[in-house]
Nanobody, 125 residues
Framework: DVQLVESGGGSVEAGGSLRVSCVASGDTRSSYFMGWFRQAPGKEREGVAAIYVREQSLHYADSVKGRFTISRDDHDNTLYLQMDSLEPDDTAMYYC???????????????????WGHGTQVTVS
């Protein structure tokens, strides 16, 4: 199985930056994509950014393009999300996710992902 543990959330003023991290452990060999999702109170969970781990191709939601950067360190199996120019609408619980095989589902679609972390809170005021 795959375990995902997020860290790095916190509170920041609008215009500021944060970086959240996700350490993956267990058998990740069958993962093609890893991604970041977020869920604000009263809203559905939405895809923010995803990375195709075999080729490092990147995918972003329109709402975060140019402000957020997803990256992955293969050596320590850690996924990152660098968030710049943060806005109050970015306030949410941020979740790390990993899929389990190549599926005909878009990278930012929640249905693609099998493994989830418990989330880290990001608050922008």
């Amino acid at each position: 199985d795959v375990q995902l543990v997020e860290s790095g959330g916190g509170s920041v003023e609008a215009g500021g930056s944060l970086r959240v991290s996700c350490v993956a452990s267990g058998d990740t060999r069958s993962s093609y994509f890893m991604g970041w999702f977020r869920q604000a109170p009263g809203k559905e969970r939405e895809g923010v950014a995803a990375i195709y781990v075999r080729e490092q191709s990147l995918h972003y939601a329109d709402s975060v393009k140019g402000r957020f950067t997803i990256s992955r360190d293969d050596h320590d199996n850690t996924l990152y999300l660098q968030m710049d120019s943060l806005e109050p609408d970015d306030t949410a619980m941020y979740y790390c996710a990993a899929d389990d095989g190549m599926l005909p589902v878009q990278p930012l679609n929640i249905d693609r992902y099998k493994h989830w972390g418990h989330g880290t809170q990001v608050t922008v005021s």
